[in-house]
């Protein structure tokens, strides 16, 4: 085989066409994960879909939350509360964070952790669109609220006009001092069981101190066609489908390049090259004809994201495909090499 007038082994244009389309599967999903996502997010008026609103009512201590949060977090190491703080103009939402449920796309900083939405130190993450107003002072950023004076830590929003632009997120604590604590409030988390396994906690945790409102039912069982339906469902399997793909493909594809190096292995034989550098040679030869297969579908990926604006992948992305692609590749060549081997 011919390319621009060089010869090219037809094992490594094998081994390059099928590491360049695995590649590019691969990048598309994860773009269209994170873009399915973030577009979930977003019709979910920055919640999970899984939350549950509840009610405090007839309480006089706005105290309460310090003995109950902390023995939540304790307890469970992924949840979300809210409270909306009333505001005519900014949508403006109180957040008590544990563990990674919600965050949305940020631009700068980052968003909550638990020790920052549950602090006594006034906390802000802001929506882009309200970033030239903070104050940049002391190596930080300051913005002020209702005459309280925010810290923000993060600046949140897409390229795209979006409800994450035009909203502010505060600490917990500055919430509901500012909404108090008879109010309306949401529980997130991953899943609607772990909802009303929280929910029952906190309302054990309330007592007859407050009237906690909150309505947790059984749930009914989802049934199997609805689960497999999923978008997370469809998503998860083709991941899977993607793998063996690529697992099958490369197989095919090593045993047939590691046939084209026959002639190869017979000059090592004969010039006593050691196994050790027959190895080596190998593993760099089809890295190095893979690794360009890889980058030929990050180009690909990346000119169809000029065309297509939801296409979007991030440094981490390549990382985490580019190890993936290289790394099971490589044990894939060691596997594959073992055994033409010892068949020879």
Known sequence: ????????????????????????CLLLIVSATRAGQANSFMRHNLYSGQQKNFYIIGSEEKGQWKDVVPSLAASYEEFGLYVSVPSPEIPI??????????????????FFDFSTSWTDR?????????????????????????GTEFEVIGIMGTEGDSRANHMIFIDFQSAVQMAGINADYKL????????????????SLFGSSANVLMTLGEGAEEPLLTKLLSSD??????YVMILVSFSLSTILATFIWLRFRRQLFYAWALCGALKSREWAEIFKRYLCVSGGGFFCGLLLVEALA???????????????ALGMTLGLGGVILGLCFAYYRGEG
């Not at 490594?12 to 590649?23: G, H, P, R």
């Not at 997130?188 to 309302?203: M, N, V």
């Not at 604006?309 to 992305?317: K, L, N």
């Open 306 to 320: 000029l065309a297509a604006a939801d296409i979007q992948t991030s440094v981490w992305d390549v990382f985490l």
């Open 188 to 203: 997130d988390a991953k899943s609607p069981e772990r909802i009303r396994e929280i929910g029952q906690e906190l309302c």
């Open 93 to 110: 939402r109180g957040v008590c964070l544990q563990g990674d449920v919600n965050v949305p796309p940020m631009v700068w900083g980052r």
């Open 233 to 238: 469902a469809i998503m998860d399997t083709m």
């Open 122 to 146: 006034p906390k802000m993450v802001l929506g882009k669109t309200f970033w030239d107003e903070a104050i940049s002072r002391d190596g930080g950023l300051f913005y002020q609220l209702d």
């Open 1 to 24: 085989m011919k390319l621009f007038g060089k010869r090219i082994p037809k094992g490594n244009a094998l081994l390059f066409l099928n590491f360049s389309a695995v590649s590019l």
